[in-house]
């Protein structure tokens, strides 16, 4: 399983390096969660799909029947900003009545309001008004599986980030090396080789962070490796647009296509402060910080 | 690094051991104790446990064990505020570069003493006018019969008024290179013609030396390594020197301290999310560090991403001290009573200075590590 993340992790890096238009990262989630040991899923879904995941939670689901005996469903309320929600096939996982529960969804039967993030990827609510859903598509998850699910959205988040991060990278060090002023290359300059240096530490780090999770999944790698994903966005984009100059800052320049998506990833999946603070609940629980972080 | 059975046992021993130890009142947890905690008992302690020089081979009283297994128990040390300081430069850097260059004789001599944790070594290497720039060292070594004549001054020293030896760059000959010509010696401390002088830290502590050559005799045999070959053998010796636990960890038993203030009250959200950041940015450097040791164990080269975590981690040492304060705002003072909060902050803070300084000056290894990028792509 480990090994399994661990390659989906370099895949999902390598789609983040090349902003790769379309649900990769989600589809790879959406399998991810078919691969839990839960046998009826591979049934329910077929291969092929497109897959999304969508996580938050709604405000309403309740059983369909008055008895409650039954596994269907009624939901309502909005799932925000899905990825992709509009065109793929949305998997949700939720609180039901009787515990944590995954089940697919019909973006027809909902009403979709279209939006997009900062680079254009589209981000779409789907709003559900007593959404029917059949006692054989609900699929009971036990909470362990639910906040691993969680664990693993945000650590593909993170691989993306990281992959964007090398984008930077590449793309500036190539500029720096390739753009002359003052007759000669700026990378000859001692304030751009300064700057240059820490855009590369940053990049690294975030890459070793998610590294990590990605062989050892647990609340406090991934919690780490995404906070300091999305923490470590600010200064990465600051420094390779500032590298970049003014051709950064239009559509004439590449580096955009990661810079954007760096900002909206930080926020997906949850932000560095609140996967920060429950780092931090995490190290106010144990006995031991150091512990928590060296295992 | 991926934790294996053998590593995981290892850092439970060394746990216990500092529960001990901790019990015994040698580790109070202080900020830096690598630079400064010198305690030769608790040196030989640990090396009677076989935790010092553990990677020198079983042949010459080590562990025959390899980095990864000696970064488990730096980590624990320093996280924990032990004193290693008397050990340290001897374990991390001697051992293996006497290992490297030295012969039959040398490493007879002094490796079973320092995986005894009972030899201890300063670095004479800066100089007034050799501090990053250190290819311009002009403590000079005259040939003389049956050896070599040594006359200088070096800078910085740590350590030198107690320890027992130094290793010393000193420049052998002259070359339109100034990077060659360059030799390392062995010197004793307590040779005639060594003097030290105490330069003291802005805490008032003393660590630092000038260490004053004065024609000391330095037989043929504490010539490490081929004459003219120090400039190589130094800058073999930097991976070691600046990707270590050392260079992220300084301050992390201020953050120790931290989490036990913040436990004796419900902390705010902004108080976990702060703690929380500061720990996200110590697992990622701790990776990285851990990275290289795993690229050392394994005989690749090192030295841009050993740079990389310098620059990283020592200047997250310096942000632990600035954030924790006003995580939990204290005022700093070293009259306070040793081994609390307000003690090591202040400890941290008056040591803060360093962190980006030793071990090369972090705007030069930038540098090296935009060199090696551009080298790469």
């Known amino acids: 399983m480990t090994t399994a993340l661990a390659t989906h992790v370099t895949a ?130 036990s909470p362990a599986e639910l906040a691993e699910a969680g664990l693993r959205a945000a650590l593909a988040r993170a691989a993306l980030i990281a992959g964007a991060a090398e984008r930077c990278v590449e793309l500036t060090v190539r500029h720096t090396a390739t753009r002359t002023q003052f007759g000669r290359p700026l990378s000859r300059f001692q304030a751009v080789k300064q700057e240059e240096a820490r855009l590369i530490e940053e990049s690294a780090l975030v890459g070793a962070a998610v590294d990590a999770a990605a062989r050892e999944l647990s609340l406090v790698s991934v919690a780490a490796a995404k906070a300091q994903a999305s923490a470590s966005v600010a200064e990465i984009a600051r420094i390779a647009h500032q590298l970049h100059g003014a051709i950064g800052f239009t559509e004439l320049g590449d580096v955009r296509l990661a810079t954007t998506r760096l900002w909206s990833w930080r926020d997906e999946d949850g932000d560095e402060s609140s996967w920060a603070a429950r780092l931090g609940r995490e190290a106010l629980a144990a006995d031991d910080v150091w512990a928590l972080l060296a295992v | 690094m ?79 505020g032990a004193p290693v300081s008397a050990h340290w430069v001897a374990d991390r850097q001697i051992g293996p570069s006497v290992l490297a260059h030295g012969t039959e004789e040398q490493k007879q001599r002094f490796l079973p003493a320092i995986a005894a944790g009972r030899c201890y070594f300063s670095i004479g290497m800066s100089e007034q006018e050799a501090g990053s720039d250190l290819a311009n060292v002009r403590t000079r070594a005259e040939r003389v019969p049956g050896g070599w004549r040594l006359t200088g001054t070096k800078k910085w020293t740590g350590g030198a008024h107690v320890n027992d030896y130094a290793i010393v760059l000193a420049r052998t000959s002259e070359h339109e290179d100034r990077h060659q010509g360059l030799s390392q010696f062995i010197v004793d401390l307590r040779a005639p013609g060594v003097r030290t002088e105490p330069i003291r830290l802005i805490s008032g502590e003393h660590t630092f030396n000038w260490f004053h050559l004065d024609g000391v005799e330095v037989p043929d045999g504490m010539l490490l390594g081929q004459e003219g070959d120090g400039w190589k053998q130094v800058t073999g010796e930097l991976a070691f020197e600046r990707s270590g636990p050392e260079r992220y960890l300084s301050t992390f038993p201020l953050l ?66 600035h954030e924790v304060r006003r995580i939990l705002p204290v005022t700093a003072d070293t009259g306070a009573t040793p081994g609390s909060y307000p003690h090591h902050l202040a400890y941290a803070l008056l040591h803060s200075p360093g962190y980006t300084l030793r071990g090369g000056a972090n705007e030069i290894l930038r540098g090296i590590i935009t060199r090696g990028l551009e080298q790469q792509s």
């Open chain 1, 12 to 141: 999902l890096r390598a789609a983040g390096r090349l902003a790769e238009p379309g649900p990769f990262a989600e589809t790879v989630l959406g399998h991810l969660a078919l691969a839990l040991p839960r046998a009826p899923l591979t049934v329910a879904l077929a291969d092929g799909l497109t897959l999304a995941y969508a996580r938050p939670a709604v405000t309403g689901v309740g059983p369909a029947g008055t008895s409650g005996e039954d596994a269907a469903l009624r939901v309502s309320g909005a799932l925000p900003r899905v990825p992709y929600g509009a065109t793929a096939t949305v998997l949700v996982l939720a609180e039901g009545p009787g515990g944590p529960v995954l089940f697919p969804l019909d973006p027809a039967r909902t009403t979709v309001v279209p939006g997009t993030n900062l680079a254009g990827e589209p981000r779409d609510t789907l709003h559900l008004h007593d959404y029917a859903v059949a006692a054989d598509d609900v699929h009971p998850l």
């Open chain 2, 256 to 321: 120790v301290s931290l989490t036990r203030e913040l436990r004796r009250g419900a902390a705010t959200p902004d108080q976990q999310a702060r703690l929380g950041a500061l720990l996200a940015r110590v697992f990622a450097v701790r990776q990285l560090s851990l990275g290289v040791a795993d690229a050392l164990d394994a005989g690749r080269p090192a030295d841009v991403r050993a740079a990389l975590v310098k620059d990283l981690g020592t200047r997250l040492e310096g942000d632990i001290v």
């Open chain 2, 2 to 80: 991926t934790a294996t059975t053998d590593t995981l046992q290892l850092r439970r021993e060394v746990r216990d051991f500092l529960a001990e130890e901790r019990a015994r009142g040698t580790v109070l947890g202080r900020p830096d104790s690598w630079l400064t905690g010198w305690d030769p008992q608790f040196s030989r302690r640990l090396a009677g446990r076989g935790w010092v020089g553990m990677a020198l081979p079983p042949e010459y009283g080590g562990g025959g064990l390899g980095f990864a297994a000696r970064v488990v128990v730096i980590e624990e040390l320093l996280a924990a």
